[in-house]
């Protein structure tokens, strides 16, 4: 059975296309389903699929977003096939979907004919690379890679296991290492952030390696991209670093163990290059670290629950500097050298979910600068250092507070909103949807939909239902049009439509309406000409 993920913002689209697929490929395909880029990174990377079906424009992270993380994440044997779904037939769109290798580019509304050529086209891409793992499963590149996998999933555990370590030696050939080795691991970043492909940095730094005197056992991505290199001695990957600034790879980082002799050796070895991996990350100008110059002890603060909390009350008020003061205090900024990693990244984590995620709920998205940083700012491992994450945390809360400070001053003067009901007022008879007016009045349509509640008591799409029947009732007075002619003047798409709503609102059809009124009308006159 085929597993799939389908990833929509919108739970009706989610369902309606799992509830598809599974008439028309019943006992195929195990569906699980995901509500933006994030979760389905989430649960890709819990248990991976072998197709991907996703909508480009959604929230936390969109379409694009995840196709180029889960690309850089697979192995290209395991990567998935990817299906775009999108209501915009946009050439940036399509240009990323080519530079990712998306199987079909699909516009909604999804047609089921279309749907269906593309899942087929997919499952016989699956089966030609089933086919083709089959005849490189007895190459030499297979044992290699089978060897790496071994060394990755046992780098993948906490603690050594030393049974599966013994059985492990002669698997990985561990006999014809040189002693003493030592373990190097590597992660680049360019000054914006962005990571070089990681085949290709592997490829990059594996040339660099040929001229350099030593051993290398062997190199490989670990489950989290990290490149790992096995060799001695640990001179030539200091070397290796030194090169790499010469040819303006100032994004590398890197971090060595001390060395090893026995099995076991490898697998420590490993999580100390890892571990002072990690540290380079604090300090701006000492990107390759030894793990002996990590080791010594280093502060775990209490989590400052109560610290984040006022950061979150403090955003939408004039109290900039004291934001900054206690962002110094959350971080122990004084402190940095000798703070605790994990506290850290905890305390990232604790601040993008409990302030900034929090503020985008409830008063909806800002600029799209401001969301670039937003999401670029949801992770400390996208950032080259500590101190480039800090100062764009410190500029996306300063432009939190304004953006927050300005909502919070339309919602006390409502003249956007006023704007907003004058044309709809004027332009009810045209095709009017939530984001025609918010952008008419040039407001977010997050926050245009709580403001406008706040200032009519009614949610938008009640408000134009009631402004149109209002103006159908006086047309229904008026002479002897259709039902259809009305429905249509006041902006209904069909008579249909326009008698549900009226029904819905008035609690009779438009005809009996105008039958009643008229009738209340004649017997009000005779009432009069009786008196006279």
């Known amino acids: 059975m085929r597993t799939m993920l389908i990833v929509d913002d919108e739970k009706n689209i989610r369902l309606g296309l799992k509830t598809m697929i599974e008439r028309e490929f019943p006992e195929l395909y195990h569906i699980r389903m995901a509500i933006h880029g994030e979760d389905a990174l989430t649960q890709y990377r819990n248990e991976r699929a072998d197709i991907v079906i996703t909508d480009i424009r959604m929230p936390v992270m969109d379409g694009i977003e995840l196709i180029k993380q889960l690309t850089q994440e697979s192995e290209p044997e395991q990567k998935p096939i990817f299906i775009i779904l999108s209501g915009y037939d946009d050439f940036s769109y399509a240009k990323a979907a080519i530079e990712y290798q998306v199987k079909d580019y699909l516009l909604k509304p999804i047609r089921r004919d279309e749907l269906f050529e593309s899942l087929t086209k997919s499952e ?14 007895v190459s030499d590149t297979y044992r290699e890679q089978l060897r790496i996998n071994r060394l990755k999933e046992w780098f993948r555990q906490d603690d050594p296991a030393y049974d599966f370590a013994n059985d492990l030696e002669a698997k990985i050939g561990f006999e014809q290492f040189t002693r003493p080795f030592t373990v190097a691991v590597l992660k680049y970043k360019s000054e914006s952030g962005d990571s070089m492909n990681k085949e290709e940095f592997k490829l990059l730094v594996e040339k660099m390696m040929q001229p350099i005197k030593g051993v290398l056992e062997v190199s490989f991505l670990d489950s989290e991209g990290k490149l790992v290199l096995i060799g001695s001695p640990a001179l030539q990957f200091e070397e290796l670093f030194r090169q790499a600034g010469g040819k303006e790879l100032d994004g590398l980082r890197m971090g060595i163990s001390a060395e090893g002799n026995e099995i076991e050796d490898l697998f420590h070895c490993y999580k100390q290059a890892s571990e002072a991996l990690q540290y380079s990350f604090i300090y701006s100008n000492c990107r390759l670290l030894h793990h002996e110059d990590i080791r010594a002890k280093r502060q775990y603060y209490p989590v400052p629950e109560e610290e984040i909390r006022k950061l979150g009350n403090m955003l939408g008020t004039d109290r900039e500097r004291e934001v900054q003061e206690l962002l110094k205090q959350i971080f122990h900024t004084e402190d940095i050298p000798n703070v605790d990693i994990g506290y850290l990244k905890l305390v990232g984590k604790m601040i993008n979910e409990q302030v900034l995620d929090e503020v985008f709920r409830i008063y909806g998205e800002e600029s799209i600068e401001v969301l670039k940083l937003y999401r670029k700012v949801g992770s400390m491992d996208n950032f080259r250092s500590f101190h480039d994450y800090y100062r764009s945390l ?22 956007e909103i006023k704007a907003a009901v004058n044309y709809m007022e004027d332009n009810y008879y045209r095709p009017l949807n939530m984001a025609v007016v918010s952008n008419y009045v040039g407001l977010n349509y997050s926050y245009f939909s709580e403001a406008f509640k706040v200032h009519t008591g009614e949610n938008f799409v009640l408000f134009l239902k009631k402004i149109r029947i209002r103006k159908s009732k006086e047309l229904l007075l008026e002479g002897n049009q259709k039902m259809q002619e009305i429905g249509s003047v006041v902006g209904f798409e069909n008579s249909k439509q326009f008698s549900r709503v009226f029904k819905e609102l008035e609690g009779i059809s438009p005809q009996e309406y105008r039958i009643k009124v008229r009738s209340d009308a004649d017997q009000s006159k005779e009432s009069v000409e009786h008196r006279v």
């Open 394 to 415: 410190e500029l996306l809360l300063s432009s939190v507070n304004d953006y927050v400070r300005g909502i919070r001053s339309a919602y006390s003067e409502h003249s």
């Open 124 to 137: 016989n891409t699956l089966q030609a690379q089933a086919e083709l793992a089959e005849r490189v499963a």
